[in-house]
């Protein structure tokens, strides 16, 4: 199994391209729905957040409060840290044994904060979907109606655009439209259904 990790900023088009690569067949294997199932109610990792972070970062219907989480960890590193070291190796755990249940030449394991959670161990290669922090900007200001303001604060908490494409092994260039990043998807997947067909 050839295991693609996908990463890019926020509004780079991951999920778009997700789709995308979904509609030609490939398993998506997604780190923000695993990381989110991992803290339901009853779920150990759930218990250990609030053993550590105490029962402030509960909602009243005992959910994780994931505002007041971020709220949190937002400017303390530390406390980020610890997150992590109860999210990240389950997160890990987690994709290694969806991947191993899989039968397709390749999949792709979607992980936005590839550079920052330091998961690229468990991918063969590394896409990056790489747009200019302006269309970034610009997408995000209209996919979540957010501030220009709240949003380049995002973009710059994140892992720089020099950064990401310093760990990438293939590039898909999103700043044109979709029928531009669709040709490229399409493209990468026989080159991933090549190199997995050699490899095997
Ligand atoms: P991410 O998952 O990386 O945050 P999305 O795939 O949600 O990014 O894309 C951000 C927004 O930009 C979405 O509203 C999406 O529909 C739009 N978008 C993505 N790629 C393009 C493109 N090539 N042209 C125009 N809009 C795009």
């Known amino acids: 199994m050839l295991v693609v990790a996908l990463t890019g900023g926020i509004g780079s088009g991951k999920t778009t391209a997700c789709r ?9 294997i997604d780190a923000d729905l695993i990381a989110r199932s991992l803290v339901e109610p009853g779920e150990p990792a759930l218990d250990e957040i609030t053993q550590q972070f105490g029962s402030s970062v509960l909602t009243t219907k005992g959910t994780l409060d994931r505002k007041r989480v971020r709220q949190l960890i937002f400017s303390d590193r530390e406390k980020r840290h610890l997150l992590e070291s109860i999210l990240h190796p389950r997160i890990r755990r987690e994709m290694v044994r ?7 030449p390749y999949c792709i394991v979607a992980i ?24 970034q900007l610009q997408r995000v200001i209209e996919r979540d109606e957010q501030t220009e303001e709240a949003v380049a ?5 994140q892992a720089s655009r ?6 990438a092994d293939d590039i898909i260039d999103n700043s044109g439209d979709i029928g531009h990043l669709q040709a490229q998807v399409e493209s990468y997947h026989q080159k991933y259904l090549s190199i997995a067909k050699n490899r095997s």
């Open 162 to 167: 020099a950064a990401r494409l310093a760990l």
């Open 112 to 135: 936005p904060l590839l550079v920052e959670s330091g998961q690229i161990e468990i991918a063969d290669r590394v896409l990056v979907i790489d747009t200019t922090e302006s269309e």
């Open 153 to 157: 604060a995002i973009i710059s908490s």
């Open 98 to 104: 969806r991947i191993a249940e899989l039968t397709t």
């Open 20 to 28: 995308l690569f979904e509609t030609l067949g490939t398993p998506i």
